[in-house]
T-cell receptor, first 110, second 112 residues
Framework: GQQVMQIPQYQHVQEGEDFTTYCNSS?????IQWYKQRPGGHPVFLIQ?????EVKKQKRLTFQFGEAKKNSSLHITATQTTDVGTYFC??????????FGTGTRLKVLA | NAGVTQTPKFQVLKTGQSMTLQCAQD?????MSWYRQDPGMGLRLIHY???????DQGEVPNGYNVSRSTTEDFPLRLLSAAPSQTSVYFC???????????FGDGTRLSIL
């Protein structure tokens, strides 16, 4: 079955350092979504990528979708304490059946 | 608009008991899903629906039933609770299959 792996599982950074999480699917995806979940909260949608090689930016966040549409990454420049949380990717093969990655928990040390 | 509303927020059950987790959305979304979240395992899809009267299985459907009689509601039924079903359950809805998913606040379920 379809699997989505995410690395690293945990990341501790000093405030101001950069952070990257990687998402890899066992199958070609139609689209990929990224979510952020604060401790004790629910996942909140960040962005969706659809096209091969697509790059999207949201302020300090940069999202990429691989050329083969099997991998994706989220890069945060100059982390802030408000970036703390767990970041998930979720991939679909064209249906509403989204498979979530295991998530990367980010801790930012002030 | 309330968005996606899940009830109850917390529940403790004994092994073998049955219960229904409620999920309602007021955004007129056709697509709805149930996920469970366990520590270190991310979110796993239990069941999903692409419209009233249409449901399908996700990654981990065993032990759970769903039905979708209206656009607004998508209840999840545990037929005979087992300790392995202790988890946080999230309901989500979306306008279409490639639109953002909106999540409820979750139900924290413990089975003794």
């Amino acid at each position: 079955g379809q699997q989505v792996m995410q690395i690293p599982q945990y990341q501790h950074v000093q405030e101001g350092e950069d952070f990257t999480t990687y998402c890899n699917s066992s199958t070609t995806l139609s689209n990929i979504q990224w979510y952020k979940q604060r401790p004790g909260g629910h996942p909140v949608f960040l962005i969706q990528l659809v096209k091969s090689g697509e790059v999207k930016k949201q302020k300090r966040l940069t999202f990429q979708f691989g050329e083969a549409k099997k991998n994706s990454s989220l890069h945060i420049t100059a982390t802030q304490t408000t970036d703390v949380g767990t970041y998930f990717c979720a991939g679909s093969r064209g249906t509403y059946k989204y498979i979530f990655g295991t998530g990367t928990r980010l801790k930012v040390l002030a | 608009n309330a968005g996606v509303t899940q009830t109850p927020k917390f529940q403790v059950l004994k092994t073998g008991q049955s219960m229904t987790l409620q999920c309602a959305q007021d955004m007129n979304h056709e697509y709805m899903s149930w996920y469970r979240q366990d520590p270190g395992m991310g979110l796993r899809l239990i069941h999903y629906s692409v419209g009233a009267g249409i449901t399908d299985q996700g990654e981990v459907p065993n032990g759970y039933n769903v039905s979708r009689s209206t656009t607004e509601d998508f209840p999840l039924r545990l037929l005979s609770a087992a300790p392995s079903q202790t988890s946080v359950y999230f309901c989500a809805s979306s306008y279409s299959e490639n639109q953002p998913q909106h999540f409820g606040d979750g139900t924290r379920l413990s089975i003794l």
